[in-house]
């Protein structure tokens, strides 16, 4: 008995045939897939050497995905809306950052809190 259409179709030694250059687009796929993923990797690499990864806290704040210009940013709106209140034996007196020249250093603050965060710096 001759051997049925579907039979042949399905033998290994015909599908190879029929797709001969099956494994190297199989391989292509895969070397693209993976420079891809090497790609993002890198783009990902570059993000975070200027941004706080995330869940990453400074002083209760969170700072994910933040600039170190962006924290230093804050840190001066911070510090210049600073002020304290101290009264008691008759005295009662509220004192603000301008009055006693506070000076935080916020990008320098920044670059510390992101070097404490990134163990390669």
Avoid at 81 to 91: E, Y
Wanted: with cysteine.
């Amino acid at each position: 008995m001759a051997p049925s259409a579907n039979a042949t179709d399905a033998s290994p030694k015909r599908n190879a045939k029929a797709h001969p250059h099956r494994g190297r687009h199989v391989a292509i796929a895969l070397g693209a897939a993976a420079v891809a993923l090497a790609c993002a990797e890198f783009a990902g690499a570059q993000y975070y050497t200027d941004h706080f990864v995330p869940g990453t806290t400074v002083n209760g704040a969170d700072v994910s995905n933040l600039t170190t210009s962006q924290l230093a940013a804050r840190v001066r709106k911070g510090s210049d809306a600073w002020s304290t209140h101290v009264s008691g034996q008759g005295l009662d007196v509220t004192i603000r950052a301008a009055d006693v020249d506070l000076d935080v250093s916020p990008a320098a603050y920044a670059r510390k809190a992101k070097a404490q965060t990134d163990p390669a710096r």
